[in-house]
């Protein structure tokens, strides 16, 4: 069967697309199984060939069936409006759409320009789905499936359980060799996506991954990650792992085995504080594979936000000895996540957007734990709204909906309150010229660094947030 894999197009600013454009690794796993089982693949990223140029392209290569990724909340609407697109156009082609958010709230995609929604990982659902409808069988007795039937949806069971990701064929990356050059994150550029595990042990309720893993966590072993990082040509690479280093001693043979096969690249990785500050000597081992950037989430300030937050956890406390040393030539960047689940001792909101209503700061901070924590979307009431839905995949814990509207209008009126002034980030242009002009001979050069810095200004309009939510 022919198989045509979409990437919808961008649908607006609300998202990270402007500081992270990514390839999509989910599809080009998905389109290595298919091809494997000798079906005829095309990934189509709609978001750097447009929509008319990108539809075109797939009518000509007239697809059986069409796979859609969602795996942002911020993507739905246009995920949907793309299938309505591809139904105008192929009549007859076999719709589906995957992916994390659609995975975890199949039920929204209900629509009758969508045949099924695939939940789970997309290498076990496809196959199975496209090897039934080759053979003009049912559906419905393909795994891993919420297929329309008559205006309601049919589960069929989950798929099989595939605990050794080594069986997994290497990515199709030669799908997507025309769209190389344009990925990046921040200045780094061009960029590929390494996942060497997946899931996550750990139950924190401001995040969706252990949900759609249901709290497994399995990984790749260290010369199967090699072997991906070979076939690897960017020389920037970011680690789609939640959390990197989770297994110390598969970390330091990755270590070993990557610099024994003399592969060097600029790496970005993600993982907790914890385990930088007890085992320093993996940042020292990792040196020898080229640079390091590290994403520290910090999700708590205080024991209580920490308690609040996570599940199966047990508490940290660090002592200075406990910090990393950086060596010469090491590198470590620290991301902070504020999360409005947080007590008045911990992060407070600036004074500009609770102006004439502290309630709005206490009905925020305050809430008890139980109630504030739940994600957004899952309370009475909160379901059918539209701009709190676009903020469920960030599950940072739940203000409730006139709350959260009361901080969208102060956001507004505090923005346009300094509209005559220094708005906010738009007076740091000094701050982001070093970083410009290195980045601009070591990247995607001035038209990477201009893009940069029109971020500050972009991010510093009202209407930019706004329009985002009422759009998308």
Same mark, same amino acid.
């Given at each position: 069967?022919?198989?045509a894999l979409l990437?919808?197009p961008?649908?607006g600013?609300?998202?990270l697309?402007?500081?992270?454009?990514?390839?999509?690794?989910?599809l080009?796993?998905?389109a290595?199984c298919l091809?494997?089982d000798?079906? =005829?693949?095309?990934?189509?990223?709609?978001?750097?060939?447009?929509?008319?140029?990108?539809?075109? =392209?797939l009518v000509?290569?007239s697809?059986d069936?069409? $796979?859609i990724?969602?795996?942002?909340?911020?993507?739905?609407n246009?995920?949907?409006?793309?299938?309505?697109?591809?139904?105008?156009e192929?009549?007859?082609?076999f719709?589906?759409?995957?992916?994390?958010d659609?995975?975890?709230?199949?039920?929204?995609f209900l629509?009758?320009?969508i045949d099924?929604?695939?939940?789970?990982?997309g290498e &076990?659902?496809?196959p199975a789905?496209?090897?039934?409808?080759a053979r003009?069988?049912d559906?419905?007795? &393909?795994?891993?499936?919420?297929l329309?039937? @008559?205006?309601?949806?049919?589960?069929?069971g989950?798929p099989p359980?595939r605990?050794?990701?080594d069986?997994l064929?290497l990515?199709?990356r030669?799908?997507?060799a025309? !769209?190389?050059p344009s !990925? !990046? #994150?921040?200045?780094?550029?061009?960029l590929?996506?390494?996942?060497?595990?997946?899931?996550?042990?750990f139950?924190?309720?401001?995040?969706s991954v252990?949900?759609?893993h249901e709290?497994?966590?399995r990984?790749?072993?260290p010369?199967r990650?090699?072997?991906e990082?070979a076939?690897?040509?960017?020389p920037?690479?970011?680690?789609?792992?939640?959390?990197?280093?989770?297994d110390v001693?598969?970390g330091e043979?990755?270590?070993?085995?990557?610099?024994?096969?003399?592969?060097?690249?600029y790496?970005t990785?993600?993982?907790?504080?914890? #385990?930088v500050c007890k085992?320093?000597?993996?940042?020292?081992?990792?040196?020898?594979?080229g640079e390091?950037a590290?994403?520290? $989430?910090v999700?708590a300030?205080?024991?209580?936000?920490?308690?609040?937050?996570?599940?199966?956890e047990?508490r940290r406390?660090?002592?200075?000895?406990?910090?990393?040393?950086q060596g010469?030539?090491g590198?470590?960047h620290?991301?902070?996540?504020?999360r409005?689940?947080?007590? %008045?001792r911990?992060?407070r909101?600036p004074?500009?957007?609770?102006?004439?209503d502290?309630g709005?700061q206490?009905?925020l901070l305050?809430?008890h %734990?139980a109630?504030?924590?739940r994600?957004?979307g899952e309370?009475a009431?909160?379901?059918? @709204?539209r701009?709190?839905?676009a903020l469920?995949?960030?599950a940072?814990g739940?203000?409730? %909906?006139a709350?959260?509207?009361?901080?969208?209008?102060r956001?507004?009126?505090a923005?346009?309150?300094r509209?005559g002034?220094?708005l906010?980030?738009?007076?740091?242009g &000094?701050d982001?010229? %070093?970083?410009?002009?290195r980045a601009?001979?070591?990247a995607? $050069?001035l038209?990477?660094?201009?893009?940069?810095?029109?971020? &500050?200004?972009?991010?510093?309009r009202?209407e930019?947030?706004l329009?985002?939510?009422?759009? @998308?």
């Amino acid at each position: 069967m022919r198989v045509a894999l979409l990437k919808p197009p961008i649908g607006g600013i609300l998202g990270l697309e402007m500081l992270t454009f990514v390839e999509p690794l989910g599809l080009i796993a998905v389109a290595a199984c298919l091809e494997a089982d000798g079906h =005829d693949c095309r990934v189509i990223d709609l978001r750097i060939d447009g929509l008319e140029a990108g539809l075109a =392209d797939l009518v000509r290569f007239s697809p059986d069936l069409v $796979g859609i990724q969602c795996n942002f909340t911020t993507e739905r609407n246009r995920s949907v409006r793309l299938a309505e697109a591809v139904r105008r156009e192929l009549p007859t082609a076999f719709v589906v759409v995957g992916g994390h958010d659609a995975s975890r709230d199949p039920g929204w995609f209900l629509h009758p320009a969508i045949d099924a929604v695939a939940i789970g990982d997309g290498e &076990a659902v496809l196959p199975a789905l496209v090897e039934t409808l080759a053979r003009g069988r049912d559906p419905a007795t &393909a795994p891993g499936l919420a297929l329309a039937r @008559d205006g309601r949806q049919l589960t069929t069971g989950p798929p099989p359980w595939r605990a050794d990701l080594d069986s997994l064929p290497l990515p199709a990356r030669h799908l997507i060799a025309r !769209y190389a050059p344009s !990925y !990046y #994150i921040n200045f780094r550029k061009p960029l590929a996506l390494l996942e060497t595990a997946r899931g996550c042990p750990f139950k924190c309720n401001f995040c969706s991954v252990w949900k759609f893993h249901e709290s497994t966590f399995r990984q790749k072993s260290p010369a199967r990650v090699v072997a991906e990082l070979a076939a690897i040509e960017a020389p920037n690479v970011f680690v789609t792992d939640d959390i990197f280093w989770m297994d110390v001693r598969r970390g330091e043979e990755m270590a070993r085995q990557i610099r024994a096969a003399g592969i060097r690249k600029y790496f970005t990785v993600q993982t907790r504080t914890d #385990i930088v500050c007890k085992f320093p000597h993996l940042i020292e081992a990792w040196k020898g594979c080229g640079e390091l950037a590290i994403f520290l $989430g910090v999700e708590a300030v205080t024991d209580e936000g920490l308690e609040g937050g996570q599940q199966g956890e047990h508490r940290r406390h660090e002592s200075p000895g406990d910090r990393p040393a950086q060596g010469d030539g090491g590198r470590l960047h620290a991301e902070l996540h504020r999360r409005p689940g947080l007590g %008045p001792r911990g992060f407070r909101a600036p004074p500009e957007l609770d102006r004439g209503d502290r309630g709005v700061q206490q009905r925020l901070l305050g809430a008890h %734990p139980a109630a504030r924590n739940r994600p957004l979307g899952e309370r009475a009431g909160e379901a059918d @709204d539209r701009r709190l839905g676009a903020l469920r995949h960030r599950a940072r814990g739940a203000p409730d %909906p006139a709350a959260a509207r009361g901080v969208l209008r102060r956001v507004r009126a505090a923005l346009a309150a300094r509209a005559g002034g220094s708005l906010p980030g738009a007076g740091q242009g &000094a701050d982001l010229l %070093p970083a410009g002009s290195r980045a601009r001979h070591r990247a995607g $050069g001035l038209g990477a660094v201009r893009k940069g810095m029109n971020i &500050a200004s972009v991010f510093s309009r009202p209407e930019t947030f706004l329009a985002a939510h009422a759009a @998308d």
